[in-house]
């Protein structure tokens, strides 16, 4: 894949910072859902997992989340668990390909790059790490804290107005003003929409929902992933 008419669309005044969700944007599905199936398969933890899925009906996914890793932060050592997890062959095939391609060159590139995703963070960058993308000091992994061994309660899942928040603060750290930089965000989620109010410019991964589309272009002028793909190739 070219790039080299990227710098076109660079701003020569502005610093750019490029913000990536995971789950549905540079990955085709939800990571954790694959790891679930993993885990279903490798350790026995069967019955715990069906019953989980089965209240998740009631309960939402969300509080059945929580349930299920500080149950299993108890009994494994998950960041091992994602590594083991992340080495599985088939899980690099759901990435989707042309996007990952763009983030791993900016990545090389050395322009500053934020993944901000609702995921653990752990699980993350455990597969970024398998696929030769570490965190350096103008990348950076934002996602849920894993909860930790005895912990009797869940941190709040990174997602929504949270995620606009942190992005907030880590550029606040930077020391540079909003109004001085271009923020490229790429999403595919209605939670996104906090984040779109911080970027100039926001693209839209959902390539086959019209309905949000239309949605995104009217309040945040976003544009559709392929389009932007095509100005840089």
Same mark, same amino acid.
């Given at each position: 894949?070219?790039?080299?008419? $990227? ?5 020569q005044k ?7 969700d ?29 019953? @989980?899925?089965?209240s ?9 989340? /929580? +349930?299920?890793f500080?149950n $299993?932060?108890?009994?494994?050592? !998950?960041?091992t668990?994602f590594e083991?997890?992340?080495r599985? $062959?088939?899980?690099?095939? &759901?990435?989707?390909? /042309? ?9 090389? %590139? ?23 993308? &570490?965190?350096r ?8 804290? !894993? ?6 309660s869940?941190k709040?899942? !990174? ?8 992005i907030?603060h880590l ?5 540079? /003003?909003? @109004? ?7 999403? %595919? ?14 693209? !839209? ?5 019209? +309905?949000?589309?239309? &949605?995104?272009k ?8 392929? %389009? ?6």
């Amino acid at each position: 894949m070219k790039m080299s008419s $990227f710098p076109k669309i660079k701003n020569q005044k502005n610093e750019n910072i490029f913000i990536f969700d995971f789950d549905g944007t540079l990955f085709r599905y939800d990571l954790l859902i694959f790891y679930l199936i993993h885990h279903f398969f490798a350790y026995n933890d069967k019955f715990f997992l069906v019953r @989980s899925f089965i209240s998740a009906y009631d309960q939402g996914l969300t509080s059945i989340r /929580k +349930k299920i890793f500080l149950n $299993f932060s108890n009994k494994y050592e !998950l960041t091992t668990c994602f590594e083991n997890f992340s080495r599985t $062959f088939y899980v690099r095939y &759901f990435l989707r390909k /042309k996007l990952f391609l763009f983030f791993k060159k900016l990545n090389k %590139d050395n322009e500053t790059v934020f993944i901000v995703t609702a995921n653990y963070q752990e699980l993350v960058k455990a597969f970024l790490e398998e696929n030769d993308i &570490f965190e350096r000091e103008n990348f950076k992994i934002v996602g849920t804290e !894993l909860p930790k061994k005895n912990q009797l309660s869940h941190k709040k899942i !990174l997602k929504g107005k949270f995620k606009a928040k942190k992005i907030s603060h880590l550029i606040k750290e930077k020391k540079i /003003k909003i @109004s001085d930089i271009d923020i490229y965000n790429f999403f %595919d989620d209605y939670e996104d929409k906090y984040l779109c109010t911080l970027a100039r410019h926001n693209i !839209l991964v959902s390539i086959y929902n019209r +309905k949000k589309m239309k &949605f995104f272009k009217k309040n945040f002028n976003a544009i559709f992933y392929n %389009d932007f793909m095509k100005k840089i190739s």
